[in-house]
Nanobody, 119 residues
Framework: SMQLVESGGGSVQTGGSLRLSCAYS??????MGWFRQAHGKEREGVVA???????VDTNSAEGRFTISRDNAKNTLYLQMNSLKPEDTAMYYC???????????????WGQGTQVTVSS
């Protein structure tokens, strides 16, 4: 099994930056990703490492979001730049995809960290 704990969320103004962290413990999986869920909307994939370590992303990332990991620190990161109000959401990390790495078909999930972007 794997345990995931996100941190780094907060409130920023439009154009600001945040770096989210996801500390993981337990089993190791190459496939890990970041998802987000805005109020009243379905959870959507943002960016992920697929099962061979390739980075895959969605239009949500738009070149503004970067995924990385530090295996020595057992931490997954999401660097978010040029934030917009529409990026406001709860952000989740996930591990061990069961299929498409950009769909919420992962075995393990963190509890989420809130990001709020004000105009």
């Amino acid at each position: 099994s794997m345990q995931l704990v996100e941190s780094g969320g907060g409130s920023v103004q439009t154009g600001g930056s945040l770096r989210l962290s996801c500390a993981y413990s337990g089993d190791f999986f190459i496939s890990m990703g970041w998802f987000r869920q805005a109020h009243g909307k379905e959870r959507e994939g943002v960016v992920a490492f697929d099962e061979d370590g390739t980075i895959v992303d969605t239009n949500s990332a738009e070149g503004r979001f970067t995924i990385s990991r530090d295996n020595a620190k057992n931490t997954l990161y999401l660097q978010m730049n040029s934030l917009k109000p529409e990026d406001t959401a709860m952000y989740y990390c996930a591990a061990d995809t069961l299929g498409n790495p950009l769909k919420d078909e992962y075995r393990y999930w963190g509890q989420g960290t809130q990001v709020t972007v004000s105009s």
